[in-house]
């Protein structure tokens, strides 16, 4: 019996960024699904309800007892509003990796650039630019934050303390999480990295991280 695990990748990308990660989860034993979607041109609303029906189709499968979420930048956003509200979902937990929750400096950048920032960041604009307040939601969440500071956000947002060049570690602090990690990667090299993987899997399968992780 193994749980299944869906990938959400971040803005401006799409689901072959998350290969590598795809296939570590699935040498540690997970059932593992791609969830591609529109991150600029898709409403919220589509990517969610889309994002729920799959989320309930695998959970028909009797051989599995979780369907958890695993989120890359705006990957993690959407799915803590995917589960915050809806209660018909199947049980499991959530992994965030390097996501802004309490709201993104360098998403404000791009918006001060106009109308051609807010094109950019698309229909996810204010949940990238506010984030949340705090997690209330009933699903365990983990967040795995980077301090490699190499990226473009540094350019455009102005970062106090670590951070991994796109998302500043005190972006990803949200109360209510039930762990949090900081790791030497930075934004994009999340996906890439052996520990960020082996992290992952025992957070979706223990509900916390290995110790010493800070």
């Given at each position: 019996m ?30 593992v ?26 959970a ?6 979780a ?20 209660n ?29 920032g ?25 967040m ?48 890439f ?11 979706l ?10």
């Amino acid at each position: 019996m193994s749980d299944h695990v869906i990938l959400l990748h971040g803005l401006w990308m799409r689901g072959f960024a998350l290969a590598m990660l795809h296939r570590r989860l699935m040498e540690a034993g997970f059932r593992v699904h791609r969830f591609d979607y529109l991150s600029v041109a898709a409403t919220q609303q589509r990517i969610l309800d889309r994002l729920h029906a799959r989320m309930n189709d695998l959970a028909l499968d009797a051989d599995a007892d979780a369907v958890h979420l695993v989120g890359h930048s705006l990957g993690g956003l959407l799915a803590l509003r995917a589960c915050l509200d809806a209660n018909e979902l199947p049980q499991g937990r959530i992994v965030c990796l390097g996501s802004p929750l309490l709201g993104s400096a360098a998403a404000r950048g791009f918006a001060n650039w106009g109308r051609s920032g807010e094109v950019l960041l698309g229909h996810n604009r204010e949940l990238l630019e506010q984030g949340f307040e705090r997690w209330e939601g009933a699903r365990e969440v983990g967040m795995i934050a980077g301090r490699m500071p190499l990226g473009l956000g540094a350019v455009l947002g102005h970062f106090e303390g670590e951070h991994d060049g796109t998302v500043s570690v005190d972006e990803t602090r949200l109360p209510g999480l039930t762990d949090h990690c900081v790791v030497e990667a930075n934004h994009t090299g999340l996906l890439f990295s052996v520990d960020v993987a082996q992290r992952v899997a025992l957070f979706l399968r223990n509900g916390q991280f290995a110790p010493g992780t800070e």
